[in-house]
């Protein structure tokens, strides 16, 4: 410890020796004008006029500038400028840019943009904020900037405060406080200096200093109470810069029109000796209203320097500027001591951000690094954090019943679907409707009668986000409309906009408060509304007596599926893209038509694509294309029925099957164990060929006329495939060769769907109901899943279903539709072991579901006991659960998945093609659709190749750090 300490403390010293050295050699060095060109910083774009850069490029050498701040333009263009212009420079540039959202307030067309800081006070997980202090720490250093004038810890404790508002965390001092020092120290862990903004506290103004002098007129214990709160804490914790505001406050400072930027008083008196502070002070934009229309152009800037400031920010005049300061200097006002003072800070904050040397930024590939996917996962966390649940009366929020519900939702102020509409369409079958809010009085009362039929209506109100123009937004029209709708009929409100609003709004019954109109504000709002995420939010300003700064009604996650960028869950959409050079070549080599994959990892689904065409020349594949699912109805039709029941004492998987399926006590199959069944250990042989006893010798004949007619008949009601019906006592001589087979001599493990004939016997007999509507009833229905099922041509087109198979060997036709195995169709498309069909989409809720221990939109499917008993190897076995596949651990047996998966990996795969697997280590759901059958069953090309092993390790790599032996 001693020798680590000691290690610490000299390379400290070292450091501050290098600095010291460097700051001392270029402050010897430097002439007064150099001195002087250093304290300001000056107005600049990228927009490539070339005029503005030959100023800028003669002001750098010429008056020698400290620093540039950029303004509008582009991020590409500033690189390539910033490169000229620090190699003109004899001592590296400052290049500042005000990016308290990002890049994007800047640049909001090129880049992402965070939310806004008022957004961002709902928020009660600070970290979130470091986390995004860091993306834009590295995103201005990417462009090439150094100085971020941000973070705004104004006090926004005035709702008219026309040039703070939104850019305030709050009105509460300890949340502004907090999120302001993580922001800041974010960006300084970075190498970026940031510079808290606008002491002494722009919050509680009515007048814009861009337009005007704000006057202040709070005592000093006020001030110190409130706006003074952020500064004085951030200052004692060593920030980089300190920007002082444009503001006339007569208790520090009683000189008519005298602004706080020109006030020793307040600098000298108040930051740097009451505060201690000793950073750099620079002023707000001297080119504001609020300070040239008392001062003129070079007395601003000499009494602004005279006051104590280190950097003079965006002189209008700067040959003015420069004058004024060297005859302030002449006059013996500034002293070159004085102006040492200042440049000596100056060269050591520029040497602590590495700008003792001159930098240079690549301009390649820079679009790409502003606009990643980290990023937009990082504004997606940072809104979920943020929305608020205002008022819950009926306790709406969130919504977890989706069964049944009729839902209707309007978009006010758009002429399109909203993408909050589109997200509800990802839960459930939504009608939807938008109005601008000036049209709505010719249209009131159809929309009224329209929006009243509905069990509920979801209101989402869009706004610009600017106070001006809240009332053209929420007119009393629209307001009356809300009332007279919440007497007809449930009512939930989401205003996409600013909470200052909520008094317009504030006799709603279901509020959702989402700050922000843009498209991930709206998409996150609606999933938080599904209750895929906790709302934790907090009101970050008061609204009236009840809504207070620091209000918010908590709501937890119901479990659902959500949506988000592969990086918020910690995986590279890079490695996940290579996905679709594997299913490219899946279809190319004609292993399979086409397909849908989907991945989600901790209850988000970050990688949902479909590929190819239903079949060589038929429609394209999309997220709604039905599949044949074969195999996987064992788990997600037959063991999760068995599972209910034993959850209900209906079945008990240590007893035999005798205790549930009548007589067969005569049999050798009466003994066998359920558990045992369901894990392929009972000793049954895998398959009886049941169709091969029916057809006749030559199949170009047509259909055995014993056993199958072409036309619906009472002898003749099981339907086969199309125009053909299987005799209607036929299934009982399917179950007699069941009970009539051998039994093998060995209880090892050997796959066989005649356990699962069996086991939809067992389901069927203690439920009371087929399994079609045991499984239809208790899941499939109130879990909201609209593709998925048996037997899907009585409720789907079959141009929305991909084909298994061309059949020239037992139903003479194209199967579409249609269940492929057959030994499920002679069963009428609904057996134990096949007939489930469905979409990825809907694979991946119940497999979510089960991965929730059972849980699933606030409900308690399965009891996770039950879930943990089933997911449970056999104890016989290395390798399957009780119902479902899992990761073999016998090293020297076939794997079902891919080696990087963990052992806990439970799921099952499809003879036609496809896959569900749940990973409960690493929170991940993969769902593998395809039609590998078509046309013909026996192509092999699919199954050799391992397309959807080779998918499921691409998962694993790219995780962020996953060591594959860990979990092995």
């Known amino acids: 410890m001693i020798i680590s300490q000691s290690v610490s403390y000299s390379f400290a010293q070292s450091y501050l020796e290098r600095e010291d050295f460097w700051v001392r050699s270029k402050l010897s060095e430097m002439t007064l004008d150099q ?39 582009s991020p590409e263009e500033q690189v390539n400028l910033i490169n000229k212009y620090q190699e003109q420079s004899a001592i590296p540039l400052f290049m500042g840019i005000d990016g308290e959202w990002g890049l994007g307030m800047r640049f909001p067309k090129e880049t992402i943009s965070f ?26 250093k990417r462009a090439g900037i150094n100085i971020n004038f941000a973070p705004s810890v104004d006090i926004n404790n005035n709702p008219s405060n026309p040039v703070i508002y939104d850019r305030s965390f709050g009105e509460l001092p300890q949340n502004v406080t907090a999120k302001g020092y993580m922001f800041m120290k974010a960006m300084e862990d970075e190498g970026i200096m940031a510079c808290v903004k606008h002491f002494p506290g722009h919050g509680d103004t009515d007048i814009d200093s861009h337009d005007e002098l704000p006057v ?80 003129p152009n070079g007395i601003a800037e000499a009494e602004a320097f005279l006051a104590g400031n280190d950097v003079i920010l965006l002189p209008e005049n700067l040959p003015k500027a420069i004058n004024a300061i060297k005859e302030y200097m002449a006059a013996g006002k500034i002293t070159e001591s004085r102006l040492n003072e200042s440049i000596e800070r100056i060269l050591r904050a520029k040497y602590k951000i590495g700008l003792n040397t001159t930098p240079q930024y690549n301009a390649t590939g820079l679009s790409g690094y502003l606009n990643r996917n980290q990023t937009i996962a990082i504004k997606q966390k940072l809104t979920e954090a943020a929305i608020t649940v205002i008022a819950d009366q009926d306790n709406l929020i969130p919504i977890n019943k989706i069964d049944g519900v009729h839902v209707g939702t309007l978009s006010v ?81 989401m205003l996409f906009g600013s909470p200052y609003l909520l008094n317009k709004i504030n006799f709603a019954k279901h509020i959702m408060l989402c700050y922000d109109n843009d498209v991930i504000t709206q998409d996150v709002a609606v999933q938080s509304l599904f209750g895929v995420n906790e709302i934790s939010g907090k009101l970050p300003v008061g609204i009236n007596d009840t809504w207070i700064a620091g209000y918010g009604i908590y709501k937890g996650t119901l479990g659902r599926l959500g ?130 006893k029916t057809t006749l010798p030559q199949k170009s004949f047509g259909y055995n006329p014993r056993y199958y007619s072409g036309i619906l008949q009472e002898s003749y009601n099981i339907p086969v495939a199309k125009g053909m019906f299987m005799r209607s006592d036929y299934k009982d001589s399917i179950y007699q060769m069941i009970w009539n087979s051998t039994l093998r001599e060995r209880d090892n493990y050997k796959y066989s769907d005649l356990g699962f004939y069996i086991m939809q016997k067992v389901v069927e007999g203690q439920s009371g109901k087929t399994l079609d509507e045991f499984s239809f009833q208790n899941f499939y229905k109130p879990l909201g899943l609209r593709y998925m099922g048996f ?39 609904v057996s134990g072991h096949a007939g489930l069909f469905s979409n990825a989409g809907d694979m ?35 390798r399957r659960g009780i119902g479902f596949d899992m990761k073999e651990m016998d090293k020297g047996k076939q794997r079902s998945m891919s080696s990087l998966a963990s052992s806990s990996t439970f799921g099952h795969t499809g003879f036609t093609g496809t896959a569900a697997w749940a990973d409960p280590v690493h929170k991940i759901v993969y769902i593998f659709c395809a039609n590998r059958t078509y046309p013909g069953k026996n192509n092999q090309t699919f199954n050799n190749r391992e397309y959807r092993t080779k998918v499921q390790a691409l998962i694993y790599k790219a995780m962020n750090g996953y060591n594959a032996n860990y979990y092995l």
């Open 216 to 295: 202040l007129n709070h005592s000093l214990e006020r001030l110190e109470q409130t706006e003074f709160y952020p500064f004085r804490r951030l200052a004692s914790q060593g920030a980089g810069a300190l920007m002082i505001g444009h503001l006339h406050v007569p208790s520090l400072d009683d000189r008519p029109n005298r602004p706080t930027t020109l006030s020793d008083k307040v600098i000298k008196n108040i930051l740097r000796d009451d505060m201690g502070y000793n950073g750099l002070l620079i002023t707000d934009a001297m080119d504001m209203k609020g300070v040239t229309k008392y001062f």
């Open 844 to 878: 991946a809720v119940l497999m979510q579901m089960l991965l929730n221990k059972g849980s699933y939109g606030g409900i308690q499917y399965i009891k996770p006991e039950t879930v943990d008993i089933f997911t449970t190897r056999h104890p016989k076995s290395s």
């Open 413 to 493: 102020n758009v002429i399109h679907k909203s993408r909050f509409q589109k997200r509800v369409d990802n839960y459930l079958d939504a009608r939807h409707y938008q109005i601008l809010s000036n049209q709505l009085v010719p249209q009131y009362q159809q929309l009224m009668n329209t929006m009243s039929q509905f069990d509920v209506a979801i209101i989402g109100i869009h706004t610009s986000g600017r106070q001006n123009d809240f009332s053209r937004e929420i007119p009393e029209d629209l307001i009356r409309f809300i009332k007279e709708l919440e007497g007809k009929t449930k009512v939930i409100v």
């Open 35 to 73: 001195k002087i060109g250093q304290i300001f910083m000056i107005r600049t774009y990228s927009k490539g006029n070339i005029t503005e850069e030959q100023i800028i490029s003669d002001y750098i050498r010429k008056y020698h500038v400290g620093g540039l701040c950029f303004f509008q333009g």
């Open 563 to 692: 949506y988000s960028k592969p990086e918020m869950v910690g995986l590279s959409s890079d490695t996940l893209y290579k996905i679709d050079s594997i299913m490219a070549e899946m279809i190319k080599v004609n292993a399979s038509p086409g397909g849908q994959i989907l991945i989600a990892k901790d209850g988000k689904i970050v990688f949902q694509k479909s590929y190819g065409k239903l079949s060589l020349d038929g429609n394209q594949v999309t997220d709604q294309t039905i599949y044949d699912i074969a195999s996987i109805t064992k788990v997600l039709g037959t063991t999760i029925s068995a599972m209910k029941l034993v959850d209900d004492h209906k079945l008990n998987i240590h007893n035999p099957i005798r205790n549930y399926i009548a007589g067969i006590d005569t049999t050798d199959k009466a003994h066998l164990i359920v558990q045992d069944i369901m894990a392929h250990h009972a000793r049954l042989f895998p398959w009886i060929g049941f169709y091969q």
């Open 115 to 140: 939310p806004k800081q008022l957004m961002l006070g709902a928020i009660q997980d600070n970290k979130l904020i470091y986390e995004m202090g860091r993306d834009i720490a590295k995103q201005c």
């Open 791 to 829: 037997r899907p041509l009585l409720k789907h087109s079959i141009s929305n279903i991909a084909p298994s198979e061309i059949d020239n060997y037992f139903r003479l036709q194209t199967l579409q539709g249609n269940v492929h195995d057959m030994g499920a169709a002679m069963m009428g498309g």
